[in-house]
């Protein structure tokens, strides 16, 4: 479950939906392999300000639920969580580097989602509108329609 996480001079609950495929979209991901990354991202857990809230696996792509501070950046999310876990599993799983060919262990690419702990944008718009009394609506963005 996520916690507010209190700083100096902010409280923050910013969670996360990552996606990282595994290079090539190849079925590499195994038994084995989840348990390394299970055992790595605890490990992550207690040298970063990153909380894994769940970790789901699929044979091509992991799924996972972070919780982390401000001051990381996505990418940096991403690249911590790639870098330290391509490193074990190809450590302790040698049979993937044979399979993917001597090369990385990720894809390149990744998908990134912002996960609200009190609802959705919606419900959000109506928090804010009812806030104070003469809420007035300075700024919407709607994507336009073409004909």
């Keep these: 479950?996520?916690?507010f996480i209190h700083k100096s001079h902010n409280v923050t609950v910013l969670i996360y939906h990552l996606v990282l495929p595994a290079k090539y979209r190849r079925a590499v991901v195994d038994a084995g392999v989840d348990r390394v990354i299970t055992l790595t991202c605890t490990e992550i857990?207690?040298?970063y300000e990153i909380k894994f809230l769940e970790i789901g696996s699929d044979e091509n792509h992991i799924?996972?639920?972070v919780q982390s501070v401000p001051m990381y950046s996505i990418t940096k999310l991403?690249?911590?969580i790639k870098s330290?876990?391509?490193r074990e599993v190809?450590?302790?799983c040698p049979h993937v580097k044979k399979q993917l060919w001597g090369g990385?262990?990720?894809s390149d690419g990744y998908f990134s989602s912002t996960v609200g702990k009190h609802g959705d944008e919606t419900m959000l718009r109506?928090?804010?509108?009812?806030q104070g009394n003469n809420y007035e609506q300075l700024h919407s963005d709607h994507q336009l329609a073409i004909f």
């Design 90 to 92: 190809f450590k302790k």
């Design 126 to 130: 109506k928090y804010v509108k009812s």
């Design 1 to 3: 479950m996520s916690e």
């Design 78 to 80: 991403v690249t911590i």
């Design 84 to 86: 330290l876990t391509a």
């Design 45 to 47: 857990e207690k040298r």
């Design 104 to 106: 990385e262990f990720w």
């Design 63 to 65: 799924h996972f639920l």
